[in-house]
């Protein structure tokens, strides 16, 4: 079966699904703002550690960073995901398959945005992590000079134009209410470096890309 003909029997028929491969491409014709990315998110992840990426996408994020499992709910996009090795959970953020304590992180790419009840997937997260696992979200904070681009284009933009962008304190204050502490914070793509391959530097407020890493601490 083509994508073309997955996508019309697809029950959660996105623009994802629509343009799974395009969206793919997008990492090809931007490579200096996607290994950027890449080196903040490593600043985040644990070594010799097991877990998961919740909205793996197509993989472009969960294959350089040696995670082998994902949640995806685009069939499409999962698709091109496991052309990448990567095994996929066909579901969504806020009910996830996977048994309680199970992983050591989860990692959420530029994902959170497209969430129905972000407060239900953090809850859900915590529930699948093992005691003192990490949950590390990659985000363009809706306030940096990326994240307004983004929301003055969203309504012309197919794949943004369901997006609700947040900025990296938002997040944060979900998360502590989710059970989660001990932040850190990376940031990349910050506009004076221009369009290249820059190295993360902690903290956010100056960078479009910001990382954020929390421990799950208390019992929700
Ligand atoms: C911008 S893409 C990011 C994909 C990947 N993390 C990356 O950075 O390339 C957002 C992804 O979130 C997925 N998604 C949308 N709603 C979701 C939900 N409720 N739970 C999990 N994933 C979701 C979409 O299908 C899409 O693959």
């Known amino acids: 079966?083509?994508?073309t003909e997955t996508a019309s029997r697809n029950k959660f028929g996105t623009s994802f699904d629509k343009y799974a491969l395009e969206?793919?491409?997008w990492f090809d014709k931007h490579e200096n703002q996607y290994q950027s990315e890449i080196l903040a998110l490593r600043e985040a992840i644990p070594k010799d550690k097991i877990g998961i990426e919740i909205g793996?996408?197509?993989g472009r994020f969960a294959q350089p960073?040696?995670?082998t499992s994902g949640i995806e709910p685009s069939a499409n996009m999962i698709q091109l995901a496991e052309q990448r090795g990567i095994k996929v959970f066909r579901a969504v953020a806020e009910n996830l398959p996977i048994e309680n304590d199970s992983?050591?992180?989860a990692l959420m790419v530029t994902t959170v945005c497209f969430l129905n009840n972000i407060p239900k997937a953090f809850s859900e997260i915590h529930r699948i992590l093992k005691p003192n696992g990490e949950i590390i979200i990659g985000l363009i904070d809706k306030n940096s000079e990326l994240g307004k681009k983004y929301r003055q284009q969203k309504n012309t933009n197919k794949f943004y134009k369901t997006a609700h962008f947040?900025?990296?304190s938002e997040i944060t204050e979900l998360l502590?209410?989710?059970?989660f502490g001990k932040f850190s914070f990376w940031q990349t793509l910050t506009p004076e470096n221009g369009n290249i391959?820059?190295?993360p530097q902690s903290g956010f407020g100056k960078g479009s890309f910001v990382v954020i890493k929390s421990i799950k601490t208390l019992k929700t």
């Open 176 to 179: 502590s209410n989710s059970g």
């Open 56 to 58: 793996v996408g197509t």
């Open 166 to 168: 947040h900025s990296t």
């Open 103 to 105: 992983y050591d992180f």
């Open 1 to 3: 079966m083509t994508i």
């Open 65 to 67: 960073l040696n995670i």
């Open 23 to 25: 969206y793919d491409k």
């Open 197 to 199: 391959i820059e190295q």
